[in-house]
């Protein structure tokens, strides 16, 4: 009963979340969004690990939410916006399978592959991108933060395992 309830909420979650997500005026998810990209990024950030982005534009797409963000690199900073002069690379992906990755429970590679990651534009700008994110380490963002995101991953890994495995 309770793995069936899990599955339910976790492939029907972005249609619920898709009206009041579209919502959501953009300076506060810019504000959301700055904010959680500094504290995963901290690091990166402070090495310059993403001078590779200065000049050029990532387009962050959640599909099944019709969401979507322009990302870029200046002044040492991340600057999100709502449009760009330009799309560079997009990584296009549902929200499940965007939380799953964050979470460490699917590869980025593996997702690609089966066409469930969009990465469209520049090859060497988004595998530049990938190798970055793939070099996160987790045990580096806030203990509440972390345990939320490992927890949220879990949770949606279980719901979208067939109901017979479930």
């Given at each position: 009963?309770?793995?069936?309830?899990?599955?339910?909420?976790?492939?029907?979650?972005?249609?619920?979340?898709?009206?009041?997500?579209?919502?959501?005026?953009?300076?506060?998810?810019?504000?959301?969004?700055?904010?959680?990209?500094?504290?995963?990024?901290?690091?990166?950030?402070?090495?310059?690990?993403?001078?590779?982005?200065?000049?050029?534009?990532?387009?962050?797409?959640?599909?099944?939410?019709?969401?979507?963000?322009?990302?870029?690199?200046?002044?040492?900073?991340?600057?999100?916006?709502?449009?760009?002069?330009?799309?560079?690379?997009?990584?296009?992906?549902?929200?499940?399978?965007?939380?799953?990755?964050?979470?460490?429970?699917?590869?980025?590679?593996?997702?690609?592959?089966?066409r469930r990651l969009?990465?469209?534009?520049?090859?060497?700008?988004?595998?530049?991108?990938?190798?970055?994110?793939?070099?996160?380490?987790?045990?580096?963002?806030?203990?509440?933060?972390?345990?939320?995101?490992?927890?949220?991953?879990?949770?949606?890994q279980g719901g979208?395992?067939?109901?017979?495995?479930?």
């Amino acid at each position: 009963m309770l793995n069936r309830l899990r599955r339910g909420l976790v492939l029907h979650a972005p249609e619920l979340l898709r009206f009041p997500a579209r919502l959501m005026p953009f300076a506060l998810q810019q504000a959301l969004m700055e904010r959680l990209l500094h504290l995963v990024f901290k690091e990166a950030l402070a090495d310059g690990d993403f001078a590779f982005l200065e000049e050029k534009w990532l387009k962050i797409a959640i599909s099944d939410l019709g969401l979507g963000w322009f990302i870029s690199y200046q002044g040492e900073q991340l600057l999100i916006a709502p449009q760009a002069p330009r799309v560079d690379v997009t990584f296009a992906a549902s929200l499940n399978d965007l939380i799953l990755i964050a979470g460490r429970k699917e590869d980025p590679d593996s997702l690609f592959f089966q066409r469930r990651l969009r990465i469209e534009g520049d090859t060497e700008l988004g595998l530049e991108l990938k190798n970055l994110l793939d070099s996160i380490d987790l045990d580096l963002l806030p203990g509440l933060l972390k345990r939320a995101l490992c927890d949220l991953a879990t949770f949606v890994q279980g719901g979208l395992q067939p109901a017979s495995a479930a």
